[in-house]
């Protein structure tokens, strides 16, 4: 189905109802985020009744996103007031037990769920799932879907759609950054988005607690597989007395992967008890998504996650065999393709 089919359908899905909730996965990232500012803006211009409800509130380092402060949480003193009979609309998520309190919005048979995202493995039917895994970002798809619709954007719209782009492309490094990932860009810095502002933004406004972070997990760095392997673990008790929250470790595992030898990064995370979240993270035709999807996880290839219902130090002794196979996988794929 080519791309303005997929528009089409999708805009004739949610014209097709008036009450929206929109929402996206636990600890909102800036494509989550931008896409739900973008999709908002395009219903509520459109005469709809948009909503945007999350589990988890925007982390304080975000909140630039979000001026008009139209994204809220369930975390906050949120009356459930107006949440009723609306259509969820979940962002950058395809896993409803992502969500997190959000599910309990959703109809047993999903009758009144959509999905728009980019990540792998989840096939689209163009009335509850509407995904492009060949785009980079959710906040593209959002773009290119107000686009579709002929509405023009504000400088607010596309700050918070160029956030999420340049997230979740690595700042325009990872292997789904398209041409026209770099036009949309471009359309949207003629809005008046400073780069280089957008930049400093994204990548700073942590704690000093990260620092010490880093140094805990550097101190129990571990590799594995000749050096093809290697993880941080972290446990709560850490972040307790760090004084940090789970963003505080944005991007550290990718620092994972920039030795050459290291093929696969992991990071280990006690988030609730007797549950291992694992953060993953691959370079080149190294595909961990085979490893994460038989535990209910996902993402993409290169770069996704799970949450292994076991604590941290069976989780580690049990998955990362399982990482292991990806290794011999890529190797004997690469040696038939030879």
């Given at each position: 189905m ?30 989550g ?15 709809k ?5 999350n589990h988890d509130?925007v ?5 630039f996103?979000d ?8 975390q906050?003193?949120?009356s ?27 109809e ?17 039917d ?14 593209e ?13 504000t ?15 690595g ?13 949309i860009?471009?359309h949207?810095?003629?809005?008046g ?7 400093e ?26 050096e ?21 470790l ?21 988030r ?16 961990l998504?085979?490893?994460v ?13 799970v949450?292994?219902?076991l604590d941290?130090d069976r ?12 290794l011999?996988?890529?190797s ?6 030879v």
């Open positions: 080519s791309t303005d089919t997929l528009y089409a359908q999708l805009w004739e899905r949610l014209q097709a109802v008036d009450r929206l909730m929109l929402t996206t996965h636990r600890n909102p990232d800036p494509d985020l931008g896409a739900q500012l973008g999709l908002d803006y395009l219903l509520r211009s459109s005469g009744d948009s909503l945007i409800l509130a982390f304080a380092r975000l909140r996103l001026p008009e402060r139209r994204v809220r949480s369930l906050e003193d949120y459930p007031d107006g949440t009723q009979n609306r259509t969820v609309v979940s962002l950058d998520n395809s896993d409803t037990n992502r969500l997190g309190d959000i599910g309990r919005f959703i047993p048979d999903k009758s009144n769920l959509v999905v728009i995202d980019h990540h792998d493995g989840i096939p689209s163009y009335h509850t799932y509407f995904l492009n895994a060949d785009i980079g970002s959710t906040a798809i959002v773009y290119e879907l107000i686009q579709y619709v002929g509405l023009e954007l400088p607010a719209v596309a700050r918070a759609l160029y956030a999420g782009i340049v997230q979740d492309t700042h325009f490094r990872f292997k789904k950054t398209r041409p026209e990932t770099h036009r860009a471009a949207l810095l003629e809005y988005v400073d780069s280089a502002v957008m930049a933004a994204l990548d700073s406004g942590f704690p000093v607690g990260r620092l010490y972070a880093r140094q805990r997990l550097y101190e129990g760095l571990q590799l594995s597989a000749n093809r392997i290697a993880w941080f673990v972290i446990s709560q008790q850490d972040m307790r007395e760090l004084n940090i929250d789970w963003d505080d944005d991007g550290v595992v990718n620092e994972l992967i920039e030795p050459d030898t290291v093929q696969i990064g992991l990071l280990f995370t006690i609730e008890t007797g549950k291992t979240r694992v953060s993953l993270r691959s370079r080149g035709p190294v595909d998504l085979p490893a999807r038989p535990y209910g996880g996902g993402g993409h290839k290169n770069a996704c996650g949450t292994i219902p941290i989780a580690v002794r049990e998955f990362l065999p399982i990482v292991e196979k990806c011999v996988e890529t004997a794929f690469d040696s038939n393709a």
